[in-house]
T-cell receptor, first 109, second 112 residues
Framework: GENVEQHPSTLSVQEGDSAVIKCTYSDSASNYFPWYKQELGKRPQLIIDIRSNVGEKKDQRIAVTLNKTAKHFSLHITETQPEDSAVYFCAIGNEKLTFGTGTRLTIIP | DAGVIQSPRHEVTEMGQEVTLRCKPISGHDYLFWYRQTMMRGLELLIYFNNNVPIDDSGMPEDRFSAKMPNASFSTLKIQPSEPRDSAVYFC??????????FGPGTRLTVL
């Protein structure tokens, strides 16, 4: 079945610095790679996604890069702000999603 | 649209009791997913439906768990009998072919 490894499990960065979270996967059939943000006590919410025919996608301070050959994709958050503190999940799939184990990101003011 | 609706939001029950969780997907969405989230196991897909038909229930832990989708606007996840290890947050999510997957607010289940 699908397997997604997500690193690091925890990440602390100074406000204003960049944060990078990486996921590797084994299922080469996956074509959809979303990232979800989950604040404490809330539901996961999509922040950005990418499909396999695209190598990079950017939305303001957030970007995702995909390397299908190496089977890894990464989330990049620039100019981090305190409200970026949350748990971030990567996922892979087509019809259904398999989620990574999550990264707890803490922004230090 | 109100988004995905789940009820109850919190449920506390005793071991051995039956628990029923409910979900109303976003109108027009033909996929519905049930997830369970725990610290130890993360976010696990239990079962999903397409056009009210169960497609993949390989994530359902055991026979104590069952899910139904009698129509396009309603689904239930039932646990009978419940056990303390079933304590978790259960999320329902829905999407269509043209949209992202939206999660409901979740049901926090505590089995004593």
């Amino acid at each position: 079945g699908e397997n997604v490894e997500q690193h690091p499990s925890t990440l602390s960065v100074q406000e204003g610095d960049s944060a990078v979270i990486k996921c590797t996967y084994s299922d080469s059939a996956s074509n959809y790679f979303p990232w979800y943000k989950q604040e404490l006590g809330k539901r996961p919410q999509l922040i950005i996604d990418i499909r396999s025919n695209v190598g990079e996608k950017k939305d303001q301070r957030i970007a995702v890069t995909l390397n299908k050959t190496a089977k890894h994709f990464s989330l990049h958050i620039t100019e981090t702000q305190p409200e970026d503190s949350a748990v971030y999940f990567c996922a892979i799939g087509n019809e259904k999603l398999t989620f990574g184990t999550g990264t707890r990101l803490t922004i230090i003011p | 649209d109100a988004g995905v609706i789940q009820s109850p939001r919190h449920e506390v029950t005793e071991m051995g009791q039956e628990v029923t969780l409910r979900c109303k997907p976003i109108s027009g969405h033909d996929y519905l997913f049930w997830y369970r989230q725990t610290m130890m196991r993360g976010l696990e897909l239990l079962i999903y439906f397409n056009n009210n038909v169960p497609i993949d229930d390989s994530g359902m832990p055991e026979d104590r768990f069952s899910a139904k989708m009698p129509n396009a606007s309603f689904s239930t996840l039932k646990i009978q009998p419940s056990e303390p290890r079933d304590s978790a947050v259960y999320f329902c999510a829905s999407r269509s072919d043209r949209t992202e997957q939206f999660f409901g607010p979740g049901t926090r289940l505590t089995v004593l």
